[in-house]
């Protein structure tokens, strides 16, 4: 509005990928993976929907970060879903059950626009118990971050090209961060994408400067390559 370039992406790719259901849409119909879901009101049918889901699940607001009103759910017993469902109101008025996928945690940081955007290294997360909530982001210390990660070369090239490709299509630009799941398969781990964040942390030991360092750019550099791609929407 005071037409001054800014970094990162424009408002209509935020707005897109600050919602997780306009993004798990429009992923889907550009045939990139992502878990199952569903949406949930008051008086939805919660054990039919943990059947339909095929059983644990991830509660989440449509429209938060940081894990914040998010609870994973392995059983609907005593109504863990719609206790799981209140909560995940508190900050959302829209709220869904995601497939949860108990598989190896990855991100993908992504730089520049268009056809020069680029995928950095992977990294892994070893969060305690699997447990990457708002605590062990922000305030412990027991996450390990391994980057590159440790996984065969064409699956990363593999992952870091779908993750391109879903960059693109919420129309990114500048750096995002992309979540991946790793689902276990018969056949070999196949990625699932669970969101894009384009505002990503970039403290000096944040998940995209962590990349970044693994691709031989230090957190000045990595800084400087953001600003210089500034620019201003125009209408």
């Known amino acids: 509005m005071l037409r001054i370039p800014y970094t990162g992406s424009g408002v209509q790719a935020s707005a897109v990928a600050i919602d997780k259901l306009v993004t798990k849409r429009l992923w889907v119909w550009a045939g990139i993976p992502t878990p199952a879901w569903r949406e949930l009101e008051a008086d939805s049918d919660f054990d039919a929907i943990a059947r339909d889901l095929g059983g644990p699940v991830v509660v989440k ?4 970060g940081s894990t914040i009103g998010i609870t994973k759910v392995t059983s609907n017993q005593h109504d863990e879903l719609a206790r799981a469902f209140a909560d995940a109101r508190r900050y959302d008025t829209r709220v869904f059950a995601e497939e949860l996928i108990a ?3 990855l991100t993908c940081a992504i730089l520049g626009t268009g056809a020069n955007a680029e995928a950095l290294p992977l990294v892994e997360i070893r969060a305690p118990a699997g447990n990457y909530d708002y605590q062990n982001k922000y305030f412990k210390d027991g996450t390990q971050y391994l980057c590159p990660a440790p996984i065969d070369d064409a699956l990363a090239q593999r992952i870091q090209r779908v993750c391109l490709q879903a960059y693109t299509v919420v129309g990114a630009r500048g750096w995002a961060r992309v979540d991946v799941m790793l689902k276990p398969d018969p056949a070999g781990d196949q990625p699932v994408l669970l969101e894009l964040n384009t505002s990503p942390g970039m403290t000096g030991h944040s998940l995209v ?3 970044a360092r693994a691709r031989g750019m230090d957190f000045a550099d990595l800084v400087v390559r953001i600003v210089s791609e500034a620019t201003l929407e125009v209408k």
Request: hydrophobic residues 20%; without cysteine.
């Open 61 to 64: 607001p449509r429209t938060e």
């Open 209 to 211: 400067p962590i990349a």
């Open 103 to 105: 598989g190896r945690e």
